[in-house]
């Protein structure tokens, strides 16, 4: 499975946006770059995927690049519950099996 | 939306002893389900890959023997944790897909179990 580069960890101000970047240069043309989540104590929740084009759902939006080497998770107004370790993957469905392989993800903190 | 359940959420049990996890697609049916371990403040890591009416594929390093997989229906898979060491004190999480959804549809978590090996 391709890598992804994440930093370690993250500030934000409660109600402003955040910008969870990744790096994944050795991207596939099958796979597809998926965000997880995970708060304390609990596990993964799904926070969104795309292939190519950018994607927007209730929780966030998902800027990927042109060259598909990197993307940005962005949560328009973080609260004090986003925070939470997210964790970008990439998921190739060429190989069927469908499995998630977890880097050591972003640990994003929100100050009230 | 789709749901996994597991059970027990916490389980503390002696050295020596073994532990069975549950594992539940709730809505939906799945005929592979994952099994992940985390140690605190570490990443999870995959430990097999469960499969409906056949042998689980394990990832290596994990000892099979010791981790007893069982899928023997469509919304349930199971854990084992045999002859428990505090070692294996962990939070095992599981996870599956409703495969009746595109082929790049989302895993869906449970919400884990502590085990505490004492």
């Known amino acids: 499975d391709a890598k992804t580069t994440q930093p370690n960890s993250m500030e934000s101000n409660e109600e402003e946006p955040v910008h969870l970047p990744c790096n994944h240069s050795t991207i596939s043309g099958t796979d597809y770059i998926h965000w997880y989540r995970q708060l304390p104590s609990q596990g993964p929740e799904y926070v969104i995927h795309?292939?190519?084009s950018n994607v927007n759902n209730r929780m966030a939006s998902l800027a990927i690049a042109e060259d598909r080497k990197s993307s940005t998770l962005i949560l328009h107004r973080a609260t004090l519950r986003d925070a939470a370790v997210y964790y970008c993957?990439?998921?190739?469905?060429?190989?069927?099996?469908?499995?998630?392989?977890f880097g050591q993800g972003t640990t994003l903190q929100v100050k009230p | 939306g789709a749901v996994v359940s597991q059970h027990p959420s916490r389980v503390i049990c002696k050295s020596g002893t073994s532990v069975k996890i549950e594992c539940r697609s709730l809505?939906?049916?799945?005929?592979?389900m994952f099994w992940y371990r985390q140690f605190p403040k570490q990443s999870l890591m995959l430990m097999a890959t469960s499969n409906e009416g056949s042998k689980a594929t394990y990832e290596q390093g994990v000892e099979k023997d010791k981790f007893l997989i069982n899928h023997a229906s469509l919304t349930l898979s199971t854990l084992t944790v045999t002859s428990a060491h505090p070692e294996d004190s962990s939070f095992y999480i599981c996870s599956a897909r409703d495969e009746t959804g595109l082929h790049n549809s989302p895993l869906h978590f449970g919400n884990g179990t502590r085990l505490t090996v004492t």
């Open positions: 993957i990439l998921r190739d469905y060429s190989s069927n099996t469908g499995k998630l392989i």
């Open positions: 809505d939906f049916q799945a005929t592979t």
């Open positions: 795309g292939l190519t």
